[in-house]
């Protein structure tokens, strides 16, 4: 069974300054989808990025980037000049090709400090 | 376009008490999902819908737990009778296409957070 890993349950940084959350997953498959998810007080999760583990490059999404390993089964996530907006729990998740169901880590919560 | 919505938004009731949630999907999302997520885990699939068939409910406690989405559209999810274990947040999320889930994000309502007493 697939598993999805997030071994730092807070993480703090201040504003402006970089911040990278971690992540590991166990698949035997050899293609997936890889996502980071946002979720603020208000519970809403919100998609932030995403990888095709086929791809290569890594993903990007303005301020938000993703550093995938494939033979490690690392998936890190780097918020570059960070905001008070950033403040929020953090959930990779993982799923496989031809499926919809998601696998969620148990999250990382992310302190912004002025 | 509008999200999904979820009501209520907080629900507190006894244990061995019933109690229903509703999701109002995006308009045209075939997909629906509802999740549970209890505090200091991530969310965990409850259910899938397509249309107004199930897809998957291998995680859905189907002694307690049940749901339906008449028509395709809207949804409940009932616990009845409910337990301490059962106090989470139990949010819903909707997707336009099955499938081809990559081009076809997740939208996550709100949630409801239930506590069970």
């Known amino acids: 069974a697939q598993t999805v890993t997030q071994s730092q349950p807070e993480m703090s940084v201040q504003e402006a300054e970089t911040v990278t959350l971690s992540c590991t997953y166990d698949t035997s498959e050899s293609d997936y989808y890889l996502f980071w998810y946002k979720q603020p007080p208000s519970r809403q999760m919100i998609l932030v990025i995403r990888?095709?583990?086929?791809?290569?490059q890594n993903a990007t999404e303005n301020r938000f980037s993703v550093n995938f390993q494939k033979a490690a089964k690392s998936f890190s996530l780097k918020i570059s000049d960070s905001q008070l907006g950033d403040a929020a729990m953090y959930f990779c998740a993982y799923r496989r090709i031809n499926t919809d169901k998601l696998i969620f880590g148990t999250g990382t919560r992310l302190q912004v400090f002025p | 376009e509008a999200g999904v919505a979820q009501s209520p938004r907080y629900k507190i009731i006894e244990k061995r008490q019933s109690v229903a949630f509703w999701c109002n999907p995006i308009?045209?999302?075939?997909?629906l999902y509802w999740y549970q997520q209890i505090l200091g885990q991530g969310p965990k699939l409850l259910i899938q819908?397509?249309?107004?068939?199930?897809?998957?409910d291998s995680q859905l406690p189907k002694d307690r737990f049940s749901a339906e989405r008449l028509k395709g559209v809207d949804s409940t999810l009932k616990i009845q009778p409910a337990k301490l274990e059962d106090s989470a947040v139990y949010l819903c999320a909707s997707s336009l296409t099955t499938g081809n889930s990559y081009n076809s994000p997740l939208h996550f309502g709100n949630g409801t957070r239930l506590t069970v007493t």
């Open positions: 990888q095709e583990a086929y791809k290569q």
């Open positions: 308009s045209g999302h075939a997909t």
């Open positions: 819908f397509q249309n107004n068939g199930v897809v998957d």
